[in-house]
């Protein structure tokens, strides 16, 4: 029997109606909808970013028993569009990546000493997701991740993101946009409609 690692009872934030939901480990959920549908909202409230109503649970535990910095490295969020405050790459992550994930993801040993002034939008989004698996969460919260790369980049990052999620008995709720991808990717699909997300 799978293991549940995220449940969401009666969660609603904005424009959402209350959802429940449950991600098992090894799990990727993909999340539709219109833009402006409340995807990234939802992601932000999972993440204890944004205000909500109901409950998230990890493994057992409810959110609000959590604090809210230990929730956020468990449960990891992946904005769209990632935000870089020092100097360097590595002043960013809390450890060092693996060789092998630098690898997979076509990125340098050296990528972590560069500048981020000197960053394209494709590397950003690369170490943006290094930076998120460096926390080891249990959960990817992952907004459209491959959303400013190419095509082969795009699907490094896809195989990259389902090998961990297989590996590490991680659960992934994952925003695209691309029916193609979703195909790919998602082990179940939820598609928000008029404030409400339905299993399609």
Known sequence: MATEVLRLNQFDCGILKPLDLVIHERECVCLSGASGSGKSR??????????????????????????????????????????????????????????????????????????????????????????????????????????????????RVERWLLRLVREQRLAALWVSHDPAQIERVADARLRIREGEAQWS
């Open 42 to 155: 939802l992601l932000r409230a999972i993440a204890d970013l944004d205000p909500h109503g109901g409950e998230a649970v990890l493994r057992g535990h409810a959110q609000s028993a959590i604090p809210a910095p230990q929730w956020r490295r468990r449960v990891a969020l992946l904005p769209a569009e990632s935000q870089w405050w020092a100097e360097t790459v590595g002043e960013h992550l809390p450890k060092a990546p693996a060789a092998a994930d630098l690898r997979a993801l076509d990125l340098p040993a050296e990528a972590t000493s560069w500048n981020v002034a000197r960053l394209s939008s494709g590397e950003k989004q690369r170490l943006a997701l290094l930076r998120v698996v460096s926390l080891s969460p249990e959960v990817l919260l992952l907004d459209e991740p491959t959303a400013n790369l190419d095509s082969d980049n795009a699907a």
